[in-house]
């Protein structure tokens, strides 16, 4: 088992403190990449596993990515306070397929600030990919804006060679035990949801 190729995520709609704390528990027992928390969660999260070496992450800015660039922000800035290492921000999808420049100066500025701070900014796709064009399209927002990482959903794990081109962090999440395993013995980093089984 590649443990470190591993991230723990809980329910992130519905995490509740049993699970976040076996989450942190993993964290303890499992030399894991690192756990996935609700912004919520963070604080307890990073002081918990303080002196462990698992990373903190978290996911900002909705679960569209709707919300406004300003609030996505202020997210960032307090998540980054309270000790998350990789803060992922959903993609608007609706402002990127109606005009991809909002999204290049929301990711800049969000991009600039987590690396003010020496912390991970990553793109994640909350929806379905259209089609090639659309890949290459966010391809290019991550390069062009100084972006560490995205995560994948299984529906778009088809376009992980366009992605495997930049040199970021490709999170892979599944509910399907048989590929998750296959991600691991490929290299990749693979979220791994709550009821992937382990055993």
Not at 86 to 94: E, T
């Amino acid at each position: 088992m590649r443990w470190e190729n591993i991230i723990a995520d809980a329910k992130h709609l519905s995490d509740d403190e049993e699970s976040v704390l076996q989450l942190i528990e993993m964290g303890h027992t499992f030399p894991l990449r690192g756990i996935h928390v609700s912004p919520y969660w963070v604080k307890k999260a990073a002081r918990d596993l303080e002196n462990d070496d698992t990373l903190i992450y978290t996911t900002i800015g909705g679960e569209e990515g709707s919300s406004l660039t300003q609030v996505k922000l202020f997210e960032l800035e307090q998540a980054i306070k309270q000790g998350a290492f990789d803060i992922g921000v959903h993609l608007n999808m609706s402002a990127f397929r109606s005009n991809i420049q909002w999204c290049k100066i929301e990711f800049l500025q969000l991009s600039n600030t987590a690396h003010e701070k020496e912390k991970c900014i990553s793109l994640s796709v909350p929806s379905k990919i259209f089609d090639q064009k659309e890949a290459d399209q966010i391809s290019a927002l991550i390069k062009q804006n100084g972006v560490d990482g995205i995560t994948l959903s299984e529906d778009n794990i088809n376009y992980l060679p366009t992605f495997e081109k930049l040199d970021i962090e490709i999170k892979l999440k599944t509910n399907n035990l048989t590929k998750f395993q296959h991600l691991l013995q490929q290299n990749e980093t693979a979220l791994m949801l709550p009821y992937v089984n382990l055993s």
